[in-house]
């Protein structure tokens, strides 16, 4: 069954400051869908209740309501979801496959490494002593990972299919905000090039915009 945007609204389950949230939200603006969005505080714990674990026994956000009781986790599953059947959405074959393939690089070689820094130096207070060792590793390996990213982007202008698609979206969260937790993109002039073309893309919006229907979190 396909669901239909237009039948109901969405309800979003987000933290602001969460880039896998952002993506989705920014996914959402551009393709025009009306959605509710439910204000979620990690660091109170608000992923881990009883009644949160029933929506999402990952207990993770971002976390989509799509339809009464049906709940669907994960961001970039969330982004093939909605934009399915636009533009933002490759159909030829290879395309979605190049687009699931840098999808796949985003949650297991750059989220993983710019998000943890990212999480413990800008919201968790002591956050740099506490994860001291694994911060030289997320370092490390966040940089690896630009590094990848550069080298496709001195020859594209987008991640897959030659325009902008949900892959751009997927790999762009987390790496516009790099420099909060000191990464330094001066050595990735293609990369900032592209953050470029992101951030002038239609309906494009700052990770710090909220909609204004809100509901706040039960
Ligand atoms: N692979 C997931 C990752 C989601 C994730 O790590 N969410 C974090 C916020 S960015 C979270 O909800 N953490 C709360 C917790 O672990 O309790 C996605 O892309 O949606």
New binding site residues.
């Given amino acids: 069954m396909k669901l239909s945007h237009e039948d109901g609204m969405y309800t979003l389950y987000s933290?602001q400051r969460?880039?896998?949230?952002y993506?989705v939200r920014l996914a959402l603006n551009q393709l025009g869908i009306r959605y509710r969005l439910v204000e979620?505080d990690?660091l109170k714990?608000e992923?881990?209740t009883p009644e949160f674990l029933a929506k999402n026994p990952n207990?993770?956000?971002?976390l989509l309501e799509v339809a009464p009781g049906r709940y669907l986790?994960?961001?970039?599953a969330?982004l093939w979801y909605l934009a399915s059947g636009t533009s933002l959405a490759p159909e030829d074959s290879i395309d979605r496959a190049e687009a699931l393939q840098w999808m796949f690089f985003e949650?297991h070689s750059l989220?993983p490494n710019l998000?943890s820094a990212r999480?413990w130096l800008t919201m968790v207070k002591g956050g740099r002593e506490l994860q001291q060792y694994s911060l030289e590793d997320w370092m490390e390996k966040g940089y690896q990972a630009l590094g990848v990213m550069e080298k496709h982007l001195k020859g594209h202008r987008f991640f897959a299919a030659n325009h902008y698609t949900i892959a751009d979206i997927a790999l762009y969260a987390y790496t516009h905000v790099a420099p909060e937790s000191g990464f330094d993109l001066t050595p990735f002039p293609s990369i900032r090039s592209w953050l470029k073309r992101v951030a002038n893309q239609p309906a494009y919006i700052t990770i710090d915009w909220r909609p204004t229907v809100m509901m706040i979190a039960e």
């Fill in positions: 933290m969460s880039g896998n949230c993506k979620v990690i714990g992923t881990r207990g993770h956000v971002p986790p994960e961001s970039n969330m949650q989220e998000g999480f």
